[in-house]
């Protein structure tokens, strides 16, 4: 029954996406985005074929003079008032009030911040002044249900024994929480002189799972520090499945992933064999391999999962392996959005994938596209404010998350 609803649900977000989510244009070679066709699997039928396009398509005659679309609008308006038909309306509210989602990310507290840092650990911008937080305000005075699953330190392998680990204090993680929210700018003083609340625009519920991590590796002999690195363990997914409750599809959003694609040379051999050697971050030293696949097949066939994943920032490029797991087991597609980032306008071009990672042409059967763009930070510089507005497939898949939940909400 569940594997039914699931499905259900697959259907309801595609036709969401019409409403919310831009398709992407096409890419060579890889293939572009599209909005959950249906996979015709690896055997399809031979189709017939139409002698004309007309051909394809059923007719109706209507007895409708379709040369002057105005008047025939205005016609057909005024017959409908004149027939006394009762067209009947849904006014229920649909704010995502009682859904949560789970967003697994870098980093989450909530109290204000007093220090921020950048991808690449730098705490001061290139003039020297101290990086300003994006809010002024709680996370939990933003969002209307917000719940943050504590960090636990995993085991990491390449980190110098005896060095520092510690939690990033990147906010890409608050970032995504600002595209679901709905957020007009990031919530500080200077969203207010734009009229902005610094308060979520629906009531989705959020639990949160911090998974970025600061350490030092050697690299060529040097010592070098990672800031920000991703590190999934089983541990938290299951924290966070279980703070779902009752809710029949458990929505994630994972705007993060791998370097590679899921086509790379390295992977091809485990094509739709179920069996990919790809693990969660051990919690101990001593911990046996952890695999993925068999965790999320389960999630998906068993507990209403629904994983929505960026498809990465590498132009040229198809989706990160993480984004194209059902290609190695097409089990996960029921519950898989693979969302590629594009551009809401370059030149004459509308939607276009510019600088970011395809689909691919396996990948497009369960991948939608959106806008690229994140929430806009107001700044200032002197007296003179400017924003700042984050760009890439990170700030497209929650977009795709806002419309999943909204549309569980209309529709369980």
């Not at 594997?3 to 831009?22: C, Q, T």
């Not at 005896?162 to 993680?173: D, F, P, Q, R, V």
């Not at 929505?308 to 984004?323: D, F, L, P, R, Y």
Request: proline share 5%.
């Amino acid at each position: 029954m569940k594997k039914e609803i699931l499905k259900s649900k697959m259907m309801l977000i595609a036709l969401s996406s019409i409403l919310f989510v831009s398709c992407g244009g096409g890419g060579g070679g890889g293939g572009g985005a599209s909005n959950l066709p249906v996979n015709p699997g690896t055997n399809p039928g031979t189709p017939s074929t139409p002698t004309t396009i007309e051909g394809t398509y059923p007719t109706v005659d209507t007895g409708l003079d379709k040369s002057n679309m105005s008047a025939l609008k205005i016609n057909l308006y005024a017959a409908q008032r004149s027939s006394g038909a009762s067209i009947p309306n849904d006014n229920s509210a649909v704010d995502g009030n009682g859904v949560r989602v789970a967003v697994l990310d870098s980093n989450f507290v909530d109290a204000v911040r007093s220090t921020v840092e950048d991808k690449n650990g730098r705490t001061t911008d290139e003039h020297g002044h101290p990086l300003v937080p994006r809010r002024n305000e709680n996370l939990t005075d933003i969002y209307t249900d917000i719940e943050i699953i504590s960090p636990s330190q995993p085991y990491i392998k390449n980190a110098i024994p005896g060095t520092s680990i510690n939690a990033t204090k990147m906010e890409h993680g608050e970032e995504v929480l600002e595209v679901i929210g709905d957020l007009d700018y990031a919530p500080n003083n200077l969203a207010v002189t734009e009229g902005s609340t610094k308060k979520a625009r629906n009531k989705i519920g959020l639990i949160v799972g911090s998974i970025g991590w600061n350490y030092q590796y050697v690299k060529d002999g040097s010592t070098e520090t990672r800031t920000g690195g991703i590190l999934a363990t089983q541990e938290v997914y299951d924290a966070a499945m279980a703070k779902f409750g009752s809710q029949s599809v458990k929505i994630f959003n994972q705007s993060f992933g791998s370097d590679d694609p899921y086509d790379s040379s390295k992977f091809r051999t485990y094509r739709g064999e179920g069996n990919l050697p790809l693990t969660f971050e051990q919690m101990n030293s001593g911990d046996q391999p952890n695999f993925m696949l068999p965790y999320f097949r389960d999630a998906v066939e068993n507990k209403g999962g629904l994983f929505i994943w960026s498809a990465g920032n590498k132009a040229n490029q198809n989706a990160t392996v993480e984004a194209g797991l059902p290609y190695f087991d097409h089990r996960l597609e029921a519950g898989w959005i693979s969302v590629v980032g594009v551009s809401r306008k370059k030149g004459s071009q509308y939607n276009v994938i510019d600088t970011l990672s395809k689909a691919g042409s396996e990948a497009a059967y369960w991948s939608i596209s959106a806008s690229e763009n994140g929430v806009e930070k107001l700044m200032l510089n002197g007296s003179q404010k400017f924003g700042q507005i984050g760009l890439g497939s990170s700030y497209a898949a929650p977009k795709v998350t806002r419309a999943a939940a909204l549309v569980y909400d209309k529709f369980d």
